[in-house]
């Protein structure tokens, strides 16, 4: 059972019924082994046992996201756009930051660069959690945004239905980008540098309504 309960409610269903359907075909056929026909009959009956209205026999609803189900991480269905002039600011704001933690030149650093970078930025963070910042100047606490986090510290903030990207830059917890963490700084350390830092704005008050992504 515990090999079903791994399957999800609506599959584990259909597999307990057709289980139930060959324990009794087998007590009324001892020793017998199953024919190409009966196992065709045994899964065209399978296929009619649908569960009715999203339910299966009384059972609650099976998951909009089967991934849920199965104890999956946070899963996505696409990458977030960015809008145009939202991006070019962005970009030229923090260009001369993303050229340092690349070692590449500064002219190298374009819309198209900083877009590509955002995205794998995106695609695989290092940590990755949902929250509330507060706003330095207003003091009010801005909508939950979902924040990706790589392994150089460069940190993508989306939308909470992550459709569209917000932010992109690089943290340096208020030193000269390249020296916090410094360059020889493991990945480990900088992962646990900014978790510290997390911790931080959630005991200030800085942050709320913090859950973890992955």
């Known amino acids: 059972m515990r090999a079903l309960d791994a399957v999800g409610p609506w599959c584990k269903c259909r597999v307990t019924k057709l289980l139930r359907i060959m324990r009794r075909w087998s007590s009324k056929r001892p020793g017998q082994k199953l024919s190409v026909l009966t196992s065709r009959r045994l899964a065209i009956t399978l296929s009619r046992l649908e569960p009715e209205k999203g339910q299966c026999s009384g059972r609650a609803p099976v998951p909009a996201n089967p991934l849920c189900d199965l104890g ?46 955002s995205n794998d930025c995106f695609d695989s963070p290092m940590l990755s959690y949902a929250g509330e910042y507060r706003d330095f100047q ?43 963490p410094p360059p020889s700084a493991t990945e480990g350390q900088r992962k646990l540098e900014y978790e510290q830092a997390i911790e931080r704005d959630i005991d200030s008050g800085k942050l709320r309504s913090f859950k973890r992504l992955r």
């Open 138 to 180: 207003t003091r009010e606490y801005v909508e939950s945004r979902h924040y990706f986090v790589d392994s150089r510290l460069a940190v993508a903030a989306t939308t909470s239905d992550e459709k569209y990207f917000v932010t992109f830059y690089h943290e340096h917890f208020d030193r000269r980008c390249g020296t916090r």
């Open 72 to 117: 999956m991480p946070h899963a996505r269905s696409m990458t977030p756009r960015w809008d145009p002039g939202n991006l070019t600011r962005h970009r030229i704001k923090h260009a001369q930051c993303f050229a340092v933690i690349h070692n590449a030149p500064l002219t190298t650093i374009t819309d198209g660069k900083f877009e590509v970078l």
